[in-house]
């Protein structure tokens, strides 16, 4: 499905200036703006998803330790990205997601490896990679939601130190919003992940209510927290849709009433719950606990009725009042289960938040020993759904059929050369004509912005000569639009703008 739509037309006045070595690398997804559509909108059309788990969110003291003692003592952002199991991530890799139907990829990342510890300054590799992902899940047409996800657990620090935590907290998302402040609405923050909600305040089975209303009461701050952070740090922030974490995730904690969605003066929000019920098939591999008995089989009226019950609750609660729902997390292991319970127990848990209007988004982790951990469910190798049949009932719910090869319709000027005047300090640029184009425009981005240098190009005319005297050595990138059908193609001319230097 065609999703990434960039803000108004080329917009502005600007001064030129440009040459150099052609280097015809798209701008990425991020310059484009934020389209008029509400938030349950956004869920909607995201359909079903996948998380890209026990990943960026890899953590642990011991990373650091092993790289010292075994490694180059250098630590690179794919030390921690494949120390729980998984390979490097490739493009193709997030390419086979698309392909497989889901419609929105979910990031959890742990800001603080690399982070320096006493500023809680983050590491810019570490955030150049998570860009690079995102990058490729908006380039495959599908949207991205990143988040603070446990991170070591610092934010199980909050009840014996709020303002440290919180400045912490603020800290992170400051760097984290500016990062990505100019992503347009295909890519969706997150709060934080199960965390925010404290047995060391409020014990659920022991605890007063005294206790519960504080807990619930922290949980709350931070989320406004974030979304006040968020809101006023500029470019597409103002406006992004955002997800906002239930009280642990829970679906009948986050459906108390003492938990609140936060106040938000762009009302652009969802919550998000997960589901890993019964703990015994969804949590459990082939060893009883405590708290739970193994199982090795789902799928009895009993269970049903669970799971309907479950997310009746969340329709209730939030869908049916105008609130949209991201279930970030379901899923179950592989080990010790019966394979047609692992498809049943899946499917049915996703057909039950799709139905009710919910986006569902697939617990999917590295495959683990002897089939253990979640059993992969994505093939980070063959890039697909490990269980034909797991793929198969998730069309059905869906109605997937696949992606088209068919190429779209060329909407762009494809630069075809440049020639450069070294006496002048001028540039050509030369492109292949836009069949249907009714004229041409130039724009560069400058300041943050793309602004228009003409809008006045005759379809007729495919080269267009800059003004005299640019400066030497400075940098530009360009975008040359066509007019089609009455409308500019500004997003594909962004895409597949060119950055060129003046001689």
Same mark, same amino acid.
């Given at each position: 499905m065609k999703k990434k739509l960039t803000a108004a037309v080329l917009s502005g006045?600007?001064? +030129? !200036?440009?040459?150099?070595? /052609?280097?015809?690398?798209?701008?990425?997804?991020?310059?484009? !703006?934020?389209?008029?559509?509400?938030?349950?909108?956004?869920?909607?059309e995201m359909g079903i998803g996948i998380n890209l788990g026990n990943t960026f969110e890899a953590c642990g003291d011991w990373i650091e330790e092993v790289d010292t003692k075994w490694g180059d003592g250098v630590l690179e952002p794919k030390d921690y990205e494949t120390a729980w199991g998984s390979p490097v991530i490739t493009k193709q890799m997030i390419d086979g997601m698309a392909n497989e139907g889901f419609g929105v990829v979910r990031v959890p990342v742990a800001w603080s490896n690399m982070m320096d510890k006493n500023t809680y300054t983050i590491s810019p590799a570490y955030t150049a990679r998570v860009q690079q992902i995102v990058d490729w899940v908006i380039d495959a047409d599908m949207y991205c939601i990143i988040n603070i996800h446990y991170d070591n657990g610092w934010v199980n620090n909050f009840p014996n130190d709020e303002n440290g935590s919180m400045y912490r $907290?603020?800290?992170?998302?400051?760097?984290?919003?500016?990062?990505? =402040?100019?992503?347009?609405?295909?890519?969706? +923050?997150e709060s934080q992940n199960e965390e925010l909600g404290w047995e060391s305040i409020w014990n659920p089975w022991t605890g007063?209510?005294?206790? =519960?209303? =504080?807990?619930?009461?922290?949980?709350?701050?931070?989320?406004?927290? +974030?979304?006040?952070?968020?809101?006023?740090? !500029? !470019?597409?922030?103002?406006?992004?849709?955002l /997800?906002?974490?239930? $009280?642990?995730?829970?679906?009948?904690?986050?459906?108390?009433?003492? +938990?609140?969605?936060?106040?938000?003066?762009?009302?652009?929000?969802?919550?998000?719950?997960h589901y890993y019920t019964p703990a015994g098939f969804a949590i459990l591999e082939d060893k009883d606990e405590s708290w739970a008995k193994a199982r090795s089989t789902w799928g009895t009226s009993d269970d049903y009725n669970e799971l309907n019950s479950w997310m009746d609750m969340m329709k209730t609660n939030y869908v049916d009042k105008g609130i949209p729902v991201i279930i970030g997390e379901y899923g179950c292991p592989t080990k010790g289960k019966e394979t047609a319970s692992v498809v049943r127990f899946l499917s049915s848990v996703c057909k039950a938040a799709y139905d009710r209007q919910m986006c569902p988004v697939l617990w999917a982790t590295p495959k683990g020993e002897d089939g253990g951990e979640y059993g992969g469910h994505y093939d980070r190798n063959t890039c697909k759904i490990s269980n034909p049949d797991l793929k198969k009932a998730f069309d059905e719910i869906t109605g997937f059929n696949g992606k088209t090869d068919t190429p779209p319709a060329v909407l762009y000027p494809t630069v075809s050369s440049v020639d450069y005047s070294e006496q002048y300090h001028q540039i050509r640029f030369n492109w292949t004509p836009v069949e249907g184009a009714e004229n041409y425009g130039i724009a560069v981005y400058l300041a943050g912005k793309w602004r228009i240098q003409t809008q006045s190009i005759s379809a007729n005319t495919t080269s267009y000569t800059t003004p005299k005297n640019l400066t030497p050595g400075k940098s530009y990138k360009v975008a040359i639009a066509a007019k089609v059908n009455g409308t500019w193609a500004v997003a594909e001319a962004i895409k597949n703008a060119v950055t060129v230097t003046v001689k």
């Open positions: 006045a600007m001064l +030129f !200036g440009t040459v150099g070595s /052609l280097q015809a690398s798209a701008l990425p997804s991020k310059n484009s !703006g934020m389209r008029n559509i509400s938030t349950a909108q956004i869920v909607r $907290y603020e800290t992170m998302w400051n760097q984290i919003a500016e990062s990505f =402040k100019n992503y347009d609405d295909h890519l969706i +923050f007063t209510q005294s206790q =519960k209303e =504080k807990s619930y009461a922290l949980c709350n701050r931070i989320n406004q927290k +974030f979304v006040d952070v968020v809101r006023a740090s !500029g !470019g597409n922030n103002s406006q992004r849709h /997800l906002i974490s239930g $009280y642990n995730t829970g679906i009948d904690r986050t459906c108390d009433s003492l +938990f609140k969605m936060p106040n938000d003066p762009a009302n652009r929000m969802a919550v998000s719950v």
